[in-house]
């Protein structure tokens, strides 16, 4: 049990009393208890996580596929309406089988409680929560109208009134299953809409035009503003761009806290070096989930990078996707082995829906050999916890390379 700040002890009472009143948990006499403890979020409030990684360690991994995004995408190609819905409190809509509610109980300073339904963290959630929904909206599914994945459902129909006749039916199935939506990240009504990173419309699937408009002729930055508008644009097409992060370094730095303005040759050179890759991205293979993944990834000081790659029919290895990062100042602090560390979370965190949905194995590749064990260590800092936590919900194993021969994701780092 670890030991909690004043304020994780009022958001552990508030938590607690919260659960207990709506039913999602109750007091437990289990045998086993996993960990419970905050992390805190970008905007400063605090995430309660239970440590399941002993439990998943355990379980039997549910290898329900999750849907292919290009196949899904595929289905909806002569659709000119589109909505979008967005479901909330994803997980703890799945209630845990009676009588195995006591596996998943959790240990705080107030007792020992076990939930009632899913919380984050269980390893088999994504894949039953896509059974869930493909079980209540089949009918639906198998006319090609409606595309879901997880909590997202994409409603694509040719004839407004066809449209009005399954955003009704969509409806009634929500309500009759107490499955609430979220309004804000609903989209209604629309010719073109946005769905994974790709514009959807009539006929055709293709990237923001607006954001690839005019990139030759974007002016020269004269200040910090411009330098952040300009990499703001770039990291939208950072995974086309092979050590975006290494190159764009010089302009990265200019945005930095107390750093003195200097538009140089190094700066110039960056800029137009980015502009002249932007317009000739390569081409990448598709991402298919029925074919097994490789993630090679690596760290610097200052950056990581990852690739995603996949054998193709010819048995040669094809490039799916780039990641490149920068560490912000506090992660630049991590000893090298949080930061190769982190470098796989984030790949992970990239990749979700296409590794996470994946029939085999991942093949994590790093030249830090010390990351072979990390599975089988028992001393964590909390934030290794949390890290192993996430990692919990794939099936990977990570194997050690030379840097001499991982030349790919050593460039975007």
Not at 93 to 106: E, L, P, S, T
Not at 146 to 167: F, G, N, P, R
Not at 368 to 384: A, G, I
Request: contains cysteine; charged residues 25%.
């Amino acid at each position: 049990m670890y030991p909690l700040a004043p304020g994780e002890q009022k958001a552990l009472d508030k938590f607690l009393d919260k659960h207990l009143k709506k039913g999602y948990i109750c007091p437990s006499k289990s045998p086993l208890a996993s960990s419970f403890f905050f992390i805190k979020k970008k905007d400063g409030k605090l995430c309660p996580i239970q440590d399941y990684c002993q439990l998943n360690a355990m379980t039997i991994k549910n290898k329900y596929l999750l849907p292919l995004i290009p196949e899904l995408i595929n289905e909806v190609r002569e659709a000119s309406i589109f909505i979008k819905f967005d479901i909330c409190w994803g997980y703890n809509n799945i209630r845990i089988k009676d009588g195995d509610q006591w596996k998943a109980a959790f240990l705080t300073n107030r007792g020992l409680f076990e939930p009632m339904v899913v919380f984050f963290g269980l390893t088999n959630f994504s894949a039953t929560f896509q059974t869930m929904m493909n079980n209540l909206f089949r009918d639906l599914l198998a006319t090609g109208k409606v595309i879901i994945y997880m909590d997202d459902i994409l409603i694509a129909t040719a004839m407004l009134q066809e449209h009005c006749d399954i955003v009704h039916r969509v409806l009634t199935i929500l309500q009759e299953n107490d499955l609430y939506l979220k309004p804000k990240k609903c989209t209604f009504e629309a010719s073109s809409i946005e769905y994974f990173g790709l514009i959807l419309e009539k006929g055709m699937v293709k990237m923001d035009p607006v954001k690839l408009a005019g990139i030759k002729e974007w002016p020269t930055p004269k200040n910090i503003r411009d330098v952040r508008s300009f990499l703001g644009f770039g990291n939208f097409y950072r995974q086309f761009i092979q050590g975006f992060s290494t190159i764009a370094q010089p302009l990265n730095d200019l945005t930095k806290k107390d750093e003195r303005w200097m538009w140089g040759k190094a700066q110039q050179d960056t800029f137009e070096m980015l502009k002249d890759k932007f317009t000739s991205a390569p081409i990448l293979a598709q991402p298919n989930t029925t074919k097994p993944f490789s993630v090679e990834t690596d760290a610097s000081a200052f950056a990581h990078g990852a690739v995603l790659s996949q054998d193709g029919e010819d048995g040669k290895s094809h490039l799916c996707a780039y990641l490149s990062h920068s560490f912000t100042d506090t992660e630049c602090n991590y000893d090298i082995y949080d930061r190769e560390l982190l470098a796989i979370i984030r790949a992970l965190e990239t990749w979700q829906h296409y590794l996470e949905g994946s029939l085999h194995q991942i093949d994590i590749v790093s030249d830090h050999q010390n990351l072979l064990y990390f599975k089988d260590t028992h001393k964590l800092s909390r934030r290794q916890v949390c890290w192993m936590l996430f990692m919990s919900q794939f099936d990977y194993t990570i194997r050690h390379a030379a840097r001499k021969t991982m030349t790919r994701a050593d460039a975007l780092s």
